[in-house]
């Protein structure tokens, strides 16, 4: 694993040269020499260093819609930015080459590249945004805190792609360089979270209501749908109604399609009728904007006004086709239109 050289941000000194993250809700004690549970944060002589600073493993120009952020700059193309590396072990993972990296091979590989040439690489290839994705942005905070504040004074937005479980704290950090995020809501039950994440609900649902209630932080809720094992319908009537009354309406719900993976490859993907049961209870409890994802064509990719109807913005997968999107608003009855940077529009 490499030696540590960005001194972490978000923890304190404890005794006997021990320290306490304070990034995730884990908020690992860590001895002299140990790392924490995401394995990229080291304890040297009492002070807690990034080990992936300088290991950026995946970087890539996708479109917004792919994270998936439907509301956010649609039509937009974002930097994608990643190190390895994760806080949770989820058996389903579709990144869990990268995620479980440290965890797995014992290693962090990986480039370095300065935040300057990440903001120019974004620049250059047009890019409106950064994201962080493919694995836990919490905890590459110290590179994505130097992206973020340098792409802000560049005109770029900044956005996550996570499993929810930073603190609070972690939160207040990012939020003066933080402008959109997609979080995994991946169940509504702690064994679920315990059995397949190694992890808990409790913390994510703090974090979701102190975005949607704290902060200008555009905010979007993505379930994967796994059969037999968080796609029962009365689960998916908790999230659909959790979302709808905490969060509010306006949330947008992605219902996302699975695909055996990693450790759970002796499944098979989500029936199309599960989705298109989620779809309707997303609906039914209130929600205006609800998405199949992972399903091409599946006739729920694309957003309509929630009060008449009108087709908004039309979409195959990833690939947007018409835009009626006028001052953030329907151009047939006026309701407006929830998201960020609608307009003007850039395909």
Known sequence: MNNPKKEAVLWEALEHQQVQCRLCNFRCRIKEGQVGICRVRRNVEGKLYSLNYHAICSTAIDP?????????????????????????????????????????????????????????AALQNRCRSISFTYTEPTIFMEICADCGRLAKKQGLANVFVSNGYMTIEALKFARDFLDGINVDLKSFREEFYRQHCKASLTPVLETLRYIARHTNIWLEITTLVIPQINDGQEELKQ?????????????????????????????????????????????????????????????????????????????????????????????????GVAGKGLDPIQI
């Open 64 to 120: 917004i819609e792919k994270k998936p952020l439907f509301h956010f700059q649609p039509g937009s193309r974002s930097l994608s930015v990643a190190t390895g590396g994760c806080n949770f072990q989820c058996d389903f993972c579709q990144n869990w080459q990268i995620s479980q990296m440290p965890r797995q091979q014992k290693t962090l590989s990986g480039r370095s590249y300065p935040p300057a040439q990440i903001v120019e």
């Open 239 to 335: 999230i659909a109604g959790f979302l709808a009354e905490e969060l509010g309406p306006e949330v947008p719900w992605h219902i996302s399609r699975f695909h055996p993976d990693f450790q759970r490859t002796d499944s098979y993907p989500t029936p199309s009728e599960t989705l298109m049961r989620a779809y309707e209870i997303g609906k039914e409890a209130g929600l205006h904007y609800v998405y199949v994802g992972n399903m091409p064509g599946s006739g729920h990719e694309s957003t309509v006004c929630h009060e008449c109807g009108h087709l908004l913005i039309e979409r195959v997968g990833y690939q947007i086709g018409s835009y009626n999107i006028i001052n953030s608003a329907c151009p047939n009855c006026g309701t």
